[in-house]
C-alpha cells in the first residue's frame, strides 16, 4: 500500500518569511500525482498545488513552489513570502491512476506577525 | 455556489443510534468519495462511487457503515449503531473522470462532524 510521510506535525513561519514543508512518498509506479492541499482552521480542504510524476519540472503557483524529487520519493511545498492567511493545516497527498488520495499525517502551520 | 455541499455539518448522538449524512458532489463530478479524519489526523480513505458504482471500499468500512450512490448524484453515508470510536469529520469529495477534464484535484465539501456520546 501507498504511504505518505509528512514528519513535520508542526512548523512555525515568521509573516514574510519562507518555510518549506516536508513530504515523503512511497510507491512502486512510475506514473501518479501528488498534491500539497491546506486544510484553514474549520473550513474545507483546497488544493494548493499539484505535480505530475512524469513532468520533471517543479510546480509553481504563485507564492508556493514544489521540490520534487522522484528518485528520492520526495516531495516538498516552499512557500515564499509567508501571509497570515497562509496559516492551516497542510496534507501531502498521493493518487495513483483515477483512484483514491493517499494523505500524509498533516503540518500544522503557523504564521508569527 | 456550486461546490460540494454536506449535510448536516454538525450531528451529536447517543451511542448505539443511527445516523446518515448526504453529500452532493459538484454537478458535473462522475466520481464521489467518502473520507473520515479525527483530529489531527490526515483524512482517511472510505469509499469510492464512479456515477452510481461502489468501485472501492475501505477495510475501515465496517458492516455498520454503508454508502450509496442511487441515481448517480447525491450519496448518503449512513452509520448503524454508532460507537464512541465513530466520533470523526466525515469529509466527501468528487472529481470529474472524464478525459480531458481529469487533473486528478479532487474537490471537498465542508465536512459533517460526528460527535457521539
Known amino acids: 500500500a501507498q504511504t505518505v510521510t509528512q514528519s513535520q506535525p508542526e512548523m512555525s513561519v515568521q509573516e514574510a518569511e519562507t518555510v518549506t514543508l516536508s513530504c515523503t512518498y512511497d510507491t512502486s509506479e512510475s506514473d501518479y500525482y501528488l498534491f500539497w492541499y491546506k486544510q484553514p482552521p474549520s473550513r474545507q480542504m483546497i488544493l494548493v498545488i499539484r505535480q505530475e510524476a512524469y513532468k520533471q519540472q517543479n510546480a509553481t503557483e504563485n507564492r508556493f513552489s514544489v521540490n520534487f524529487q522522484k528518485a528520492a520519493k520526495s516531495f516538498s511545498l516552499k512557500i515564499s513570502d509567508s501571509q497570515l492567511g497562509d496559516a492551516a493545516m497542510y496534507f501531502c497527498?498521493?493518487?495513483?491512476?483515477?483512484?483514491?488520495?493517499?494523505f500524509g499525517q498533516g503540518t500544522r502551520l503557523t504564521i508569527n506577525p | 455556489d456550486t461546490g460540494v455541499s454536506q449535510d448536516p455539518r454538525h450531528k451529536i448522538t447517543k451511542r448505539g443510534q443511527n445516523v446518515t449524512f448526504r453529500c452532493d458532489p459538484i454537478s458535473e463530478h462522475n466520481r464521489l468519495y467518502w473520507y473520515r479524519q479525527t483530529l489531527g489526523q490526515g483524512p482517511e480513505f472510505l469509499t469510492y462511487?464512479?456515477?452510481?458504482?461502489?468501485?472501492?471500499k475501505s477495510r475501515l468500512l465496517s458492516d455498520r457503515f454503508s454508502a450509496e450512490r442511487p441515481k448517480g448524484s447525491f450519496s448518503t453515508l449512513e452509520i448503524q449503531r454508532t460507537e464512541q470510536g465513530d466520533s470523526a469529520m466525515y469529509l466527501c469529495a468528487s472529481s470529474s473522470g472524464l478525459a480531458g477534464a481529469n487533473t486528478g484535484e479532487l474537490f471537498f465539501g465542508e465536512g459533517s462532524r460526528l460527535t457521539v456520546l
Open positions: 462511487f464512479q456515477n452510481e458504482a461502489q468501485l472501492e
Open positions: 497527498a498521493y493518487r495513483e491512476g483515477a483512484q483514491k488520495l493517499v
